[in-house]
């Protein structure tokens, strides 16, 4: 399967596909063109994320997914590395831990872990 038509299916699975990524995006290329992703990635879920290497564009969806992994695994709290910079990333994360259900709390990290820079989340468990 090209990649392009695992990124549609993969958004199919991830809500409303029109709403991320307009279909000249995911056009076909000639069949000869070289496919970036031959096989997918497995992500390893730790208690930190790290939003620097994510386009602002997916910050949303990758936070969301990455809430979803972490309470599965059994993680308490997590920490998102969103950078300082003029805050927008920061906001973006706030605004997706404030509505996710089982986010009990959410606060600046201590200052050796990134202060303002990352945000530390405390999760429910799946049982509470």
Known sequence: MRWQERFKAWLRGHGNASERAPDSFCE?????????????????ITDVIDLHTIAPRDVKLVVEEYLH???????????????????????????????????????????GAGGWGATVAHLLSEEE
């Open 69 to 111: 992994e972490a309470r599965r695994k059994g993680f308490r709290s997590v920490r998102i590395i969103h950078g300082k910079g003029r805050g927008v990333q920061r906001e973006l994360v706030r605004k997706v831990l404030s509505r996710t259900e089982f986010v009990r709390d959410f606060t600046d990290a201590p200052p």
């Open 28 to 44: 076909e290329e000639p069949a000869d063109a070289f496919d970036p992703f031959p096989e997918p990635v497995t992500l390893e």
